[in-house]
Nanobody
């Protein structure tokens, strides 16, 4: 089991940068980690980025590719989401999630229901 706590959200101007952090506990290094965004007015979360347990592979949604970077440090039990060139469409509640088990298919990284543990989320607001 792992517990997750996000931080780093806030108000950012369009074109600016923000770095989100997700601190984990338990056997953090065993889990694939992902970031998801819940946009205002939407119930479901959209996939943003994911990283394998050993950082050998990362996945990004098309909308953030080239602007966002996911990284992790298992020794610190932390995963980060570096957000650059932030756009108004990036606004929402960002949650980190942990997925156990082995699955190499891309949908295993991008599908919300596959993930086992979730943090409470951190709000990102973008001013234009």
């Amino acid at each position: 089991q792992v517990q997750l706590v996000e931080s780093g959200g806030g108000l950012v101007q369009a074109g600016g940068s923000l770095r989100l952090s997700c601190a984990g506990s338990g056997r953090f290094g065993d889990y694939t980690m992902g970031w998801f965004r819940q946009a205002p007015g939407k119930e479901e979360r959209d996939f943003v980025a994911a990283i394998t347990y050993n950082s050998d592979t990362t996945y990004y949604s098309d909308s953030v590719k080239g602007r966002f970077t996911i990284s992790r440090d298992n020794a610190e039990s932390t995963v980060w989401l570096q957000m650059n060139d932030v756009r108004p469409g990036d606004a929402g509640v960002y949650s980190c999630a942990a997925r156990g088990g082995y699955c190499a298919e891309s949908w295993c990284y991008t599908t919300e229901r596959i993930y086992d543990y979730w943090g409470q989320g951190t709000q990102v607001t973008v001013s234009s």
